[in-house]
């Protein structure tokens, strides 16, 4: 029987999320269990102690955060988390938390498709981080990956056809995020010399597609390697949770601040590069039509940078911003560095002053939106 960490007994629509971390592989060097004997075929994995922590972060914000702010609030929370050995209680001392093998993913799998077609309005959600590799598909790999002699997929399942086939199920809306890599080894997985891993789901020529609202994100585009901190969260979680808690919001046409399924999508690349500090681009499904995902409590944060062109003028420049019915706030030269502050999004007037007289003034009003706004003040030299 599926192990549910969260449900809620609430009539009509809700959110229904499967959440994945794997950093514990007992068949790979380090595990508990017997280590396959070719490691160096599958680019050397090992142990991870990001995924478990990463996972747990995503799932405790869903569980955390105000059910009244969702466009569906949260109806069931199923995790399934390996931990590595060297971060054995990834969530507190005396946590039991089901393992991610790849029964325990299918079982959970199969309960959580139910629980998403019992309504078309619900919201799915599907979480994984752990190792990944790139064949014809992204192949993500379960806590037992490398346990079966013969096929050491079949510890994992093939992604880009379980996305396929669960496009073809209910509900209407549908989240899928994949925190992995997509390097690919030579002559395993491209072409994968007779392994093979088989989907969660099965697409069917004869089933017509359920999803009007995808939101896709895989944290690493193909060839390429997702990034992460030992025993912290990653970047690309930390961003998606940043993105649904405000920081992709876009006002609606009330004027009220909501977080689209696009606009996460669009945001997502600026965030993952804030907290990782240099470009980390992610990979997007075809997204269909944009809905509303959550409603954040009041205007989200931006990382707004002002600066001043020509360069000159910038270290000479007092410059400020100053809200709507609200106080300003200044920087006083001399500082050559662009200002970078985090302010809440809305209207500012946004300027720059010279006390030499060396330029003009130079002021104007923007919208700061989120995640992030650069702003730059041409000023005219006297």
């Known amino acids: 029987m599926t192990q549910l960490f969260f449900a809620a007994d609430r009539p009509g629509p809700g959110l229904h999320a499967l959440v994945i971390g794997v950093g514990g592989y007992a068949h790979l060097p380090g595990g508990s269990g017997r280590t396959i004997a070719d490691p160096l075929r599958y680019g050397n994995l090992g142990q991870l102690t990001s995924p478990p922590r990463s996972a747990l972060e995503f799932a405790g914000w869903l569980r955390d955060s105000d059910p009244v702010r969702w466009a569906a609030p ?34 959970a799998y199969d309960a959580w498709t139910e629980r998403c077609a019992s309504d078309p309005d619900n919201i799915a959600v599907f979480y994984f981080c752990g190792h990944g590799l790139q064949s014809e598909e992204q192949l993500l790999l379960a806590g037992d990956f490398g346990r079966y002699e013969g096929n050491h997929f079949r510890g994992a399942f093939a992604f880009d056809s379980t996305r396929t086939g669960f496009l073809q199920r209910p509900p209407r809306t549908q989240c899928f995020f994949i925190d992995a890599c997509r390097e690919v080894v030579p002559g395993v997985t491209a072409p994968l010399g007779g392994a093979t891993a088989d989907p969660l789901d099965r697409p069917d020529a004869m089933r017509r597609r359920h999803c009007d609202h995808d939101l896709t994100l895989q944290s690493s585009t193909p060839f390429a390697t ?11 979680t930390a961003a998606l949770i940043n993105a649904l808690r405000g920081s992709a919001a876009v006002t609606d046409e009330f004027g009220e601040w909501v977080v689209r399924t696009d606009r996460v999508a669009m945001a997502i690349d600026s965030l993952v590069e804030v907290e990782a500090a240099r470009p980390l681009p992610t990979a997007k499904g075809p997204m269909f039509l944009p809905t509303v995902l959550y409603r954040p409590d009041g205007p989200p944060d931006v990382e707004l ?24 706030t200044e920087r006083t030269p001399p500082l050559p560095e662009k200002w970078k502050v985090t302010v809440k999004a809305g209207y500012y007037r946004i300027g720059a002053e010279f006390e030499d007289h060396t330029y003009d003034p130079v002021s104007r009003t923007e919208l700061i939106n989120p995640p992030l706004t650069a702003q730059t003040l041409r000023a005219v030299s006297r």
């Open 74 to 107: 949260l109806a069931s929370l199923d995790l399934r988390i390996s931990p590595a050995p060297a971060d054995p209680e990834p969530g507190g001392a005396g946590a039991v938390l089901p393992d991610a093998t790849i029964d325990s993913i299918i079982e």
């Open 226 to 236: 997702a990034r992460s901190r030992p025993r912290n969260v990653s970047y690309f």
């Open 305 to 328: 940078t002002l600066a001043c062109a020509p360069e000159p003028a910038l270290g000479r420049a007092t410059l400020f911003y100053e809200p709507e019915h609200s106080t300003r």
